[in-house]
């Protein structure tokens, strides 16, 4: 055992005296050293993976801030995190941790920060109580920051601000530190500038949209297959079953109420052609339509899809009828008001010299007094036609004044009787007797009864044996006050039942072409509408039609 003992011992004062002992120790503490250097700079690492890994475009700043500022103290010394961005010609603290009051407010330009971004370069600072104010180091004048590191934020060129790290402990950044931090700021401008980026894109997607959406007319997004991809929902009124969500919808089921492609689609006339294309279509509810399309083109200039925009024109088309008939009125009303002067004249003088003779006692001998007579009653009667022509082609708008419907009937036979009796039709009268007076234009209800009965005694041409015009007048009653009105029955063709639809809509006529221009019961219309009316229709094929115009009595 005292012989072990001994070796043992000079084997230890060797080790001591050649260093072997001494050389492990400090092999160790070279290992322990690389490990942590390495365990530091994985850290490092795994930071700006994070970075570029975990920080969203759509993240604020302060959140961008906190998030790296949760794993940097593992890697460096860091008491204070913050950014400061360059906005026209001031540097604004916009995100810090921990948050002090001058966030968002101007750095004075006395300050560290500026020295960094007006020489591009980062720097590293041991600071002094002289250096801690507001004017050189805002906003970490009373945090007692020892050791400050800036990094320029630096995008294309351009500084977009200043990284600020700081620490309590002096000398706390080295070369290695500020070389970590200097790419800590480069992955930070970047995301930095993607966020800005990102909320331009944001913003003009969101103006688009707004603009889309507050459009009042339908405008819609359609693929080759008639697929909606976007619509901005404004197709109330249109006739298809437009409930649910639009998208993935077929464009002629959900708008059109359609199980297969309209008939007039012009969907593979733009493929074809490559350029815009339009069309008006009419439906059967009356509705009129212009429908626009317009080719959207990839960057190979193929067609990726197709903009249909609807706007409803009924009313303009309405209107545009009008402004024809009442040309067309105007043109008439001139020529017949030519013709009425010109017949004055003559009927002036054979009323007067019919009176004359009937003074005469010469001629009351000759027993010739009841032919005179009837001479001045024929003469007065093409008088009181001519005076109805003259107030039916007035061409100023007179303004709504209480009217009597009968008297309305009554002004407008004489100036219909003669194309009546032409075509031997019996025209019978039903006039309610104390019929309420209406606020109307008598000359616009004049129009409306001359076209409805023009059209009855068109009804009838054709027809053999019977024919009978009756015009009746009463009060109607309904939930929604009293209406008078006026119903025109014919016992003629009648009106297909595929048509009754669309013989209120503008140009559509069954008549032929030198017989009608399709105007009239549009115009009509347009005029009982004026009036807060309507009018009405039924009609049997073979046995005759019935139109009735209604307006409402309203007080005086």
């Known amino acids: 055992m005292g012989n072990r003992y001994l070796i043992n011992e000079k084997k230890h004062l060797i080790e001591q005296l050649t260093g072997i002992h001494s050389s492990k120790i400090n092999y160790y503490l070279e290992v322990k050293k690389s490990n942590e250097e390495i365990v530091k700079q994985n850290n490092q690492l795994e930071i700006i993976h994070q970075i570029i890994k975990d920080i969203n475009i759509d993240m ?47 750095v004075p330009h006395k300050s560290l920060l500026w020295q960094a971004v007006q020489e591009r370069e980062s720097k590293v600072f041991s600071l002094t109580e002289k250096d801690r104010n507001e004017e050189v180091l805002p ?7 020892a050791s400050l590191a800036l990094d320029p934020l630096i995008v294309k060129g351009n500084v977009i601000g200043v990284l600020v790290i700081g ?62 991809i976007r619509c901005n929902n404004r197709l109330d009124g249109l006739p298809g079953k437009n409930t649910g969500k639009p998208v993935k919808s077929k464009c002629y089921h959900y708008v059109w109420g359609r199980d297969t492609k309209c008939e007039f689609c012009l969907m593979d006339e733009v493929y074809r052609n490559r350029v815009p294309a339009y069309r008006r279509i009419q439906l059967e509810s009356g509705k009129t339509y212009d429908v626009h399309y317009y080719p959207i083109f990839k960057q190979n200039r193929e067609i990726n899809s197709v903009i249909h925009h609807i706007k409803d024109i ?19 009303g001139e020529m017949a008001a030519g013709v009425a002067h010109e017949l004055n004249s003559p009927l002036t003088v054979i009323i007067g010299n019919s009176q004359i003779i009937l003074r005469d006692d010469g001629m009351e001998k000759n027993n010739n007094v009841e032919l005179l007579q009837d001479i001045i009653n024929c003469g007065l009667r093409c008088k009181k036609i001519i005076q109805n ?47 309420p007076n209406i606020l109307a234009n008598e000359q616009q209800l004049d129009q409306v009864l001359v076209n409805l009965l023009l059209n009855a005694r068109d009804a009838l041409e054709n027809k053999p044996g019977d024919k009978t015009i009756t015009i009746t007048t009463t009060v109607r009653k309904s939930e929604n006050g009293d209406y008078v009105t006026a119903t025109v029955t014919d016992n003629g063709d009648g009106i297909a039942a595929e048509n009754i639809l669309k013989i209120f809509n503008p140009f559509f006529t069954s008549k032929e072409a030198h017989k009608g221009t399709g105007l009239g019961l549009s115009v ?24 009735t115009l209604a307006i409402p009595v309203k007080h005086q």
Not at 211 to 220: C, E, G, N
């Open 167 to 228: 620490s309590h402990r002096e000398n706390a950044y080295s070369k290695d530190e500020a070389r970590f931090t200097r790419q800590l700021a480069d992955q930070l401008a970047i995301c930095i500038e993607n966020a800005r980026l990102y909320e331009q894109v944001l913003n003009s997607k969101t103006e688009w949209e707004e603009t889309f959406r507050s459009l009042t007319d339908p405008i819609l997004l359609i693929d080759r297959n008639y697929n909606i």
């Open 314 to 332: 009924t009313e303009q088309v309405k209107m545009e009828a009008q402004l024809m008939q009442s040309d067309k009125l105007a043109a008439i």
């Open 139 to 145: 906003p970490l004048e009373k945090l007692n920051i």
């Open 60 to 106: 604020s700043l302060a959140d961008i801030i906190e998030r790296v500022y949760q794993r940097l103290p593992l890697v460096i010394y860091c008491d204070f995190l913050g950014l400061a961005l360059q906005r026209d010609n001031d540097l604004i603290m916009t995100a810090m941790i921990p948050h002090c009051r001058c966030i968002n407010r101007p």
């Open 389 to 435: 022509l003259l107030t039916f082609a007035r061409q100023d708008q007179r303004p709504m004044t209480s009217t009597n419907l009968n008297k309305v009937v009554e002004s407008v036979l004489p100036l219909i009787r003669y194309q009546i009796n032409q075509n031997n039709i019996n025209l019978k009268l039903n006039l309610a007797p104390n019929l």
């Open 524 to 547: 009509s219309l347009g005029i009982a509408e004026a009036h807060g009316g309507t009018i009405d229709v039924t009609s049997t094929p073979g046995q005759g039609s019935c139109f």
